[in-house]
């Protein structure tokens, strides 16, 4: 399997200050994707970056991907109380199957 | 309407019981999944289905049976669960792929006794 994983597993911060999560995986992929998961409940899509591309922006966060490491991550700017949640990171594989997220980062951000 | 929806929102059974999950998106999305979900840990894929076909399973024990009647409904038939059944079951959808973004429904935490 192409497990992506998640580094750190818990980061918590203060509010305004910025937080930084990595993911690395092991195989090719076609995309990686970023989720985040408020305690208990469904998860909500944040951004997809392609293979071929390296970095992305929406709004307050960051994805960069390096596909030569198997590696990316996510830069949320400017933290706030109501971004506490888990993130999880997920990579498909070069057919579009395949689904597999990473054990994700816990981010508390403190007020 | 970009909701998924799950029903019920909590289920307790016994080992002997039979219940169903039921998922439904509005979409117009083709592809549509379950996960299970355990405490603290990623959502681990167990069915795929694309066009109302069954495309992935991903090793999941018989008891566990997954149906999609049409492009807008998936169910999950639970039969003769294990107490380690226990967790939060997720439905998504996506245009017609894994690797498309997947819309998630809010769960349905099943707890076997």
């Known amino acids: 399997s192409q497990q992506g994983e998640e580094d750190p597993q818990a980061l918590s911060i203060q509010e305004g200050e910025n937080a930084t999560m990595n993911c690395s995986y092991k195989t090719s992929i076609n995309n990686l994707q970023w989720y985040r998961q408020n305690s208990g409940r469904g998860l909500v899509h944040l951004i997809l970056i392609r293979s071929n591309e390296r970095e992305k922006h929406s709004g307050r966060l960051r994805v960069t991907l390096d596909t030569s490491k198997k590696s990316s991550s996510l830069l949320i700017t400017a933290s706030r109380a109501a971004d506490t949640a888990s993130y999880f990171c997920?990579?498909?594989?070069?057919?579009?199957?395949?689904?597999?997220f990473g054990p994700g980062t816990r981010l508390s951000v403190l007020p | 309407d970009t909701e998924v929806t799950q029903t019920p929102k909590h289920l307790v059974m016994g080992m002997t019981n039979k219940k169903s999950l039921k998922c439904e998106q509005h979409m117009g999305h083709r592809a549509m999944y379950w996960y299970k979900q355990k405490a603290k840990k990623p959502p681990e894929l167990m069915f795929v289905?694309?066009?109302?076909?069954?495309?992935i399973n991903e090793s999941v024990p018989s008891r566990f049976s997954p149906e999609c009647p049409n492009s807008s409904l998936l169910n999950l038939h639970l039969h003769a669960l294990q107490p380690e059944d226990s967790a939060l079951y997720l439905c998504a959808s996506s245009l017609d792929r894994p690797s498309y973004e997947q819309y998630f429904g809010p769960g349905t935490r099943l707890t076997v006794t």
């Open positions: 289905y694309s066009y109302e076909k069954l495309s």
């Open positions: 997920a990579t498909d594989d070069n057919y579009g199957q395949n689904f597999v």
